[in-house]
């Protein structure tokens, strides 16, 4: 019984990666759509979290392998939220740019 959350998280990253990898082909995307296929494939998140948790569950004592494993991911979703903000910012302050016309004819 100890062992189901092992098992349902490995098995869950997996089901995940099913999907994400049948749509991993050009032709699937132009299928999709951008948009949509991108929204897809942001469950690859989930399953990271998922396979670092499998590991980090099948560790007895030891959990420094599976801790490094948590702390990349981290790392790399920090970094991803860090560019969703920078970006955000930077849609903001174009559009919120004054007009280049208005600001350049002074009269
Ligand atoms: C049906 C799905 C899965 C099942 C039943 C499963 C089962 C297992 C089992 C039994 C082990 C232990 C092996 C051992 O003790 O030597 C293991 C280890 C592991 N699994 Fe899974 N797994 C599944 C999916 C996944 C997925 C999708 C990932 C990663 C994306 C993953 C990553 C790992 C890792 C990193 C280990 C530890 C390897 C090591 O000790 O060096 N597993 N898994």
Do not use: N
Request: hydrophobic share 55%; charged share 25%; aromatic share 12%.
């Amino acid at each position: 019984m100890t062992k189901r959350p092992f098992i349902i998280s490995g098995f869950a990253a997996f089901l995940i990666l099913v999907p994400l990898a049948a749509t991993s082909t050009a032709a699937a995307v132009q299928r999709l759509g951008y948009a949509r296929w991108k929204k897809l494939q942001r469950f690859a998140y989930l399953a990271g979290a998922l396979a670092v948790l499998h590991f980090w569950l099948r560790v007895k004592k030891d959990v420094r392998e599976p801790a490094i494993y948590a702390s990349v991911l981290a790392a790399l979703l920090l970094a991803r939220v860090y560019v969703a903000w920078r970006d955000a910012r930077r849609r903001r302050i174009l559009r919120d740019r004054p007009e280049p016309d208005s600001a350049a004819s002074g009269r």
